[in-house]
């Protein structure tokens, strides 16, 4: 019942909630534009339906990915407001930006985008599309460069207790947050691609619009190969980087309580409750030390030499962030990235044979492979963001700092479990049209555009 607990619980809820429907948005509206596209240079119908088709679901997720982002800043000034008082200055300008360029853009020209069929000229209204998608990364991008300040702040002075803005480009130029980025719009590519590749297979499975979800199928495959493929790249990058500027965190995922050189990668192990005595494992010598340096040696601080280290330039305190949890979340995150990468190899490679029964039959349990992308989508978020603990501001402002003073448990715990109802009520219901949109196929978007004549 302690209120620094239960903000973080509920910001945590709110934002793993939030999470689940931003990578689509970032993904979906790029595959919708390049149909419509398509549609508009070839005049082939087919690119039409399957443009509205996919269409109409990108429209459930992208609502219901605003209401509940909504909810996140509100929370800056009801639970953290010593951590907007910290950081207001800074943190406050990629989100006005954020809100003013990219939000106003998509939801503006999206609503063109759906009144607009059969009232604005073809290209015209494909082009509101493509602007639709543009403004949701321009969104993403200034939200992540806006935590990237958190993760590795540059550009600011202390002033009074503060932190102020003093050099606008290191912010936007921070190396954190354009590999957030390039990280982050790769998982909405393979998020959206698992998401086309799971649903097309479903209808191809029950050979419904055979033919235009085997063109959607081979297209996602084409994409969300590449994509995962990206997003390995751009985590491999992150690694490197994260070893550089937030080295705790960095150990904490490979739960290395010991510096060594060369150091192995742990491909698996179990370990006790803290995650301090290995039990069992199995590594790969020289693993990690060639992950990080490329090259058969090179040493990686451990967490027992960052705390000494952490104790002497900050203070006091305990620096060491929730190793288990760490670990594990890596190691999911990965193994779901590595098994897109093969299904997505698989799915490449099946529409180029003729489609014999026994494949139709396998593609029934293909239409899994959505769930991947977003455990690998969660649980990275969640080591991202518990990694970097007990700093809500690496090296500035620790988290339990940062909370709202005079808050009562007994008030955090009401908005916590009014949260997490509300959300669950959201995500069944997103659920269940995603769902129920889905398994209507391309018949149910014919029927409704000749009910809109």
Not at 261 to 275: C, K, L, Y
Not at 351 to 362: A, D, H, N, V
């Amino acid at each position: 019942m302690d209120p620094l607990v239960l903000s973080r619980l509920q910001f945590a809820v709110t934002t793993v909630y939030h999470f689940f429907f931003v990578p689509l948005t970032l993904g979906l509206g790029w595959f919708v534009a390049i149909l419509e596209t398509i549609y508009v240079r070839t005049s082939d119908e087919v690119y039409k339906r399957m443009a509205k088709f996919w269409g109409k679901l990108f429209l459930i997720n992208f609502a219901m990915g605003v209401v509940t982002g909504i909810v996140q800043e509100f929370q800056f000034g009801m639970n953290w407001s010593e951590y907007s008082r910290f950081v207001g200055d800074i943190f406050g300008a990629p989100l006005a930006i954020e809100a003013l360029m990219a939000f106003f853009l998509e939801s503006t020209f999206l609503g063109i985008w759906v009144f607009g069929w059969d009232r604005l000229p073809k290209g015209l209204h494909a082009a509101t599309i493509w602007v639709v998608a543009i403004g949701s990364n321009l969104s993403a991008l200034w939200i992540l460069l806006a935590n990237a300040f958190m993760q590795h702040p540059v550009g600011y002075v202390l002033n009074n207790g503060r932190a102020e803005m003093v050099d606008f480009s290191a912010l936007v130029l921070n190396p954190r947050g354009w590999l957030f980025f390039w990280h982050t719009i790769s998982a909405g590519f393979a998020t959206a691609a698992f998401f086309v590749l799971g649903i097309s297979a479903y209808h191809l499975a029950r050979k419904q619009d055979f033919e235009a979800f085997k063109k959607s199928f081979q297209f996602a495959a084409i994409i969300g190969l590449i994509a995962a493929i990206m997003v390995g790249v751009a985590g491999h990058f992150q690694g490197i980087f994260l070893r550089e500027v937030q080295p705790m965190a960095a150990a904490a995922s490979e739960a290395l309580w010991d510096t060594t050189d060369p150091a192995p990668f742990t491909v698996v192990g179990i370990f006790d409750t803290e995650g301090r005595r290995e039990v069992w494992s199995v590594k790969i010598p020289y693993g990690l030390s060639l992950l990080y340096y490329m090259k058969p040696e090179g040493e990686v601080e451990g967490i027992n030499d960052l705390q000494v280290d952490y104790q002497e330039r900050y203070g006091p305190g305990n620096y060491i962030p929730p190793v288990t949890l760490d670990y594990w979340m890596f190691r999911i995150m990965v193994g779901a990235g590595l098994l897109m990468i093969a299904l997505g190899a698989l799915a490449l490679y099946l529409p180029w044979r003729k489609w014999p029964e026994k494949w139709t039959r396998r593609l029934k349990g293909m239409a899994w492979v959505i769930a991947l992308p977003y455990i690998a989508n969660t649980t990275g978020w969640i080591l991202t963001e518990t990694a970097r603990q007990p700093w809500i501001v690496t090296g500035l402002l620790k988290t339990e700092n940062a909370v709202s003073p005079n808050l009562s448990a007994g008030m955090v715990l009401f908005s916590l479990v009014s949260f997490a109802l509300i959300y669950a009520i959201l995500m069944i219901a997103d659920v269940y049209l995603l769902v129920k949109s889905a398994k209507a196929g391309l018949a149910a978007a014919d029927r409704e555009e000749k009910l809109s004549y």
